[in-house]
């Protein structure tokens, strides 16, 4: 059961776009990773490195304001038993299809019970330099993508549209989005938690694993449960969601595997540290920014402004022929060394 979805960034609406630099999320990814490939890329350079490059050469994403990278993980049920290395082709396959000419980074991991591949890429295509764009109706066509690969490898798919028993209550706004083809916030959440009953075994660790995907958990009471959307200001209780999501029928689920312990059922999805999956997108970037601040506090605030204003002639009086060359040359590299 593959479950295609955006990391989510408070600061910015879009489907998993970052303003902020890429390095302290592709640090991460791949120390912590089971296998690494890229697309587009020399996996013997800096992969931050390359995607501020090409930035650079097309004039693109210069301001604060303007996305640098987009970040998505592509999860897979721990029912399905896939190894690593199959995740990763798959997720190869559809960053292939849907990203075509942009740098890209996959980094699988396996340290949880359910195998995941994270995808971070770069927000301005190599080829031409346009700006990636997702719209609500091209994100679903990525997760129906996710669904027919699985359906051919005989894995389980997401029936994200498929009501519950008991209908989620849907605004016309929501209506309207899944009309054009688009997956409404209710759709998503109902999406995630599904994926948490089939990976987890308790009521903490639902909720960490609800927490790596910016889903949190309002209210967590004996008889009540509420999950807030990240990119919704209120929460929304259980039993709007569905029978399936109040806090009763949570704990009836795992209940049903609590004497499993020693069999087939599912295994405790483990506790979360600082450097676990747990961590939400949003620490990576607060804890390595605070890194890159202090750093910067110990050079000489002077000097940095002049290299900045150096790099930006520099870049203007550079030869247009020898960055042509230059691109051209990396584009051949990287599309025939594969």
């Known amino acids: 059961?593959?479950?295609?979805?955006?990391?989510?960034?408070?600061?910015?609406?879009?489907?998993?776009?970052?303003?902020?630099?890429p390095r302290p999320t592709l640090t991460y990814i791949t120390q912590k990773a089971y296998m690494v490939s890229s697309i587009m890329l020399n996996d013997k350079t800096d992969y931050a490195k390359q995607f501020r490059m090409t930035a650079d050469m097309f004039g693109k994403a210069q301001s604060k304001n303007s996305r640098k990278f987009y970040?998505?993980?592509h999860s897979f049920s721990p029912e399905d038993n896939i190894s690593p290395?199959?995740?990763?082709?798959?997720?190869?396959?559809?960053?292939?299809?849907?990203?075509?000419?942009?740098?890209?980074?996959?980094?699988?991991?396996?340290?949880?019970?359910?195998?995941?591949?994270?995808?971070?890429?770069?927000?301005?295509?190599?080829?031409?330099?346009?700006?990636?764009?997702?719209?609500?109706k091209r994100y679903t066509e990525i997760k129906y993508f996710s669904n027919e690969i699985a359906a051919r490898e005989n894995l389980t798919v997401v029936n994200f549209r498929k009501p519950t028993k008991e209908a989620v209550r849907q605004s016309q706004a929501e209506r309207q989005i899944i009309l054009r083809g688009g997956t409404s916030w209710k759709q998503e959440l109902t999406e995630v938690i599904d994926l948490a009953l089939k990976s987890v075994s308790c009521i903490e660790d639902f909720e960490r694993f609800l927490k790596q995907y910016g889903i949190v958990l309002t209210r967590n009471t004996e008889k009540t449960i509420a999950y807030k959307h990240p990119q919704k200001a209120?929460?929304?209780?259980?039993?709007?969601?569905?029978?399936k999501y109040t806090k009763g029928a949570i704990l009836s689920?795992?209940?049903?595997?609590?004497?499993?312990?020693?069999?087939?059922?599912?295994?405790?999805?483990?506790?979360?540290?600082?450097?676990?999956?747990g961590i939400?997108?949003?620490?990576?970037?607060?804890g390595f920014i605070d890194q890159e601040i202090k750093?910067?506090?110990?050079q000489n605030e002077r000097a940095v402004r002049e290299q900045q204003e150096l790099d930006r002639r520099n870049r203007e009086l550079e030869a247009e022929a020898e960055r042509e060359r230059e691109r051209q040359e990396r584009f051949r590299r990287n599309r025939y060394s594969r």
């Open 1 to 21: 059961m593959p479950i295609f979805k955006a990391a989510e960034s408070k600061k910015c609406k879009g489907k998993g776009g970052f303003k902020t630099s």
């Open 71 to 73: 970040h998505f993980i």
């Open 85 to 136: 290395e199959k995740a990763h082709a798959l997720t190869e396959e559809l960053c292939k299809k849907f990203f075509p000419h942009s740098e890209i980074v996959i980094a699988t991991h396996n340290d949880r019970r359910h195998i995941h591949s994270h995808i971070v890429i770069n927000s301005v295509n190599f080829d031409n330099g346009k700006m990636l764009q997702i719209s609500p």
């Open 234 to 243: 209120k929460a929304i209780r259980g039993e709007k969601l569905g029978a």
């Open 253 to 277: 689920e795992f209940n049903k595997f609590a004497d499993r312990s020693n069999g087939g059922g599912r295994k405790d999805f483990g506790g979360y540290g600082q450097d676990d999956l």
């Open 280 to 286: 939400t997108d949003a620490d990576i970037q607060a």
């Open 295 to 298: 750093r910067r506090s110990r």
